[in-house]
T-cell receptor
Framework: EDQVTQSPEALRLQEGESSSLNCSYT??????LFWYRQDPGKGPEFLFT???AGEEKEKERLKATLTKKESFLHITAPKPEDSATYLC?????????????FGQGTTLQVKP | GAVVSQHPSRVICKSGTSVKIECRSL??????MFWYRQFPKKSLMLMAT?????????EQGVEKDKFLINHASLTLSTLTVTSAHPEDSSFYIC????????FGPGTRLTVL
C-alpha cells in the first residue's frame, strides 16, 4: 500500500537554528515527490518537485533532497516567517496528472 | 505563473441548501483538476479527480451525488455540495495540474 510518513509532527526552532524535516515513502511507480508549504487557512504553496534519487533542489533557506526511500527538507538559519506546515506528497500513476498521496505534515514554529 | 483561484473564499449556508465552489486556473490550461477536503490540523484528503469534458473520478467513500463536480473547460472546475449538512463543514481546496499540482487558496464552508 502506498504510504507517506512525515516526521516530526511538530518542530520548534529558534531563529537561526537549522534543522531537517523527514518524509518517508513507499509507493509503486514513483512519479515525483513534492514539497508544499501551507499557512493556516490557506491552500498549499508549491515548493519543490524531485524525481530521482540523488536529486537536490534549493530555494532561499530551503533545500530538498531525495533518496529511494525518503526525502529531507533542510531549513538553514530559519526565520519566523518560515513558520508553517510543510507537506510532502508522492505522485503515482501515469503522466503528469496522477494523484498525490500526502503525508500528515510537519508544523514548524520558528521563534525569534 | 501557475495561479489558481477559488471562489468564494468563505461561505455560510443553512442545512439543506446547495453550495457551489468555483476553481479557476488563471494563467495555464489544466486538463486535470483535483478537489480536496481538509479537516482541522489534518492533511489533505483527495475527494475526486476531474478531467475536462469527462465525468469525475471519485475516491472511495466520497458520495458522487452529494459532491457534484463539473469540469466544463480547461480553466474551470466547479464543486457543488448538495443538500449540505453540518458534517459537510470543512475546508475545500482545489488543485490544477500542469506538471505539478498548484493549489487554490481554499474555501471555508460552514453549514449551520
Amino acid at each position: 500500500e502506498d504510504q507517506v510518513t512525515q516526521s516530526p509532527e511538530a518542530l520548534r526552532l529558534q531563529e537561526g537554528e537549522s534543522s531537517s524535516l523527514n518524509c518517508s515513502y513507499t509507493v509503486s511507480g514513483l512519479r515525483g515527490l513534492f514539497w508544499y508549504r501551507q499557512d493556516p487557512g490557506k491552500g498549499p504553496e508549491f515548493l519543490f518537485t524531485l524525481y530521482s534519487a540523488g536529486e537536490e533542489k534549493e530555494k532561499e533557506r530551503l533545500k530538498a533532497t531525495l533518496t529511494k526511500k525518503e526525502s529531507f527538507l533542510h531549513i538553514t538559519a530559519p526565520k519566523p516567517e518560515d513558520s508553517a506546515t510543510y507537506l510532502c506528497a508522492v505522485r503515482r500513476g501515469s503522466g503528469n496528472t496522477g494523484k498525490l498521496i500526502f503525508g500528515q505534515g510537519t508544523t514548524l514554529q520558528v521563534k525569534p | 505563473g501557475a495561479v489558481v483561484s477559488q471562489h468564494p473564499s468563505r461561505v455560510i449556508c443553512k442545512s439543506g441548501t446547495s453550495v457551489k465552489i468555483e476553481c479557476r486556473s488563471l494563467d495555464f490550461q489544466a486538463t486535470t483538476m483535483f478537489w480536496y477536503r481538509q479537516f482541522p490540523k489534518k492533511s489533505l484528503m483527495l475527494m475526486a479527480t476531474s478531467n475536462e469534458g469527462s465525468k469525475a473520478t471519485y475516491e472511495q467513500g466520497v458520495e458522487k451525488d452529494k459532491f457534484l463536480i463539473n469540469h466544463a473547460s480547461l480553466t474551470l472546475s466547479t464543486l457543488t455540495v448538495t443538500s449540505a449538512h453540518p458534517e459537510d463543514s470543512s475546508f475545500y481546496i482545489c488543485a490544477a495540474s500542469y506538471n505539478e499540482q498548484f493549489f487554490g487558496p481554499g474555501t471555508r464552508l460552514t453549514v449551520l
